[in-house]
């Protein structure tokens, strides 16, 4: 499990930090390691299950990003996947 905080990472529009709170992006994580996630940094604002174009813009400069696998300095996946629909 890998924490990063993410300077440069996805910043989008002209929001500024005391405008937007930071918030928890994990990515990759399934099962157990989710809960076990979880219990170590709360609960996520935000759930990625893969590293793809689509998670990264949405992660701001102030945000905590967990990763189960990898880094932020992984390729993301080519195609993105919509996980707003899955729960």
Excluded: Y
């Excluded at 890998?2 to 930071?22: A, D, Y």
């Excluded at 076990?36 to 990003?65: C, E, L, N, Y």
């Amino acid at each position: 499990m890998k924490v990063m905080r993410t300077p440069g990472l996805g910043s989008i529009g002209k929001m500024t930090n005391t405008e937007q709170m930071p918030c928890i992006h994990f990515v990759g994580f399934k099962g157990d390691e989710f809960t076990r996630a979880k219990r170590a940094f709360g609960q996520p604002d935000f759930i990625h299950r893969v590293w793809d174009g689509r998670a990264k813009s949405m992660i701001m400069d102030w945000d905590t990003v967990v990763f189960a696998r990898g880094t932020e300095m992984d390729t993301p996946k080519m195609f993105n996947f919509d996980d707003s629909q899955v729960m």
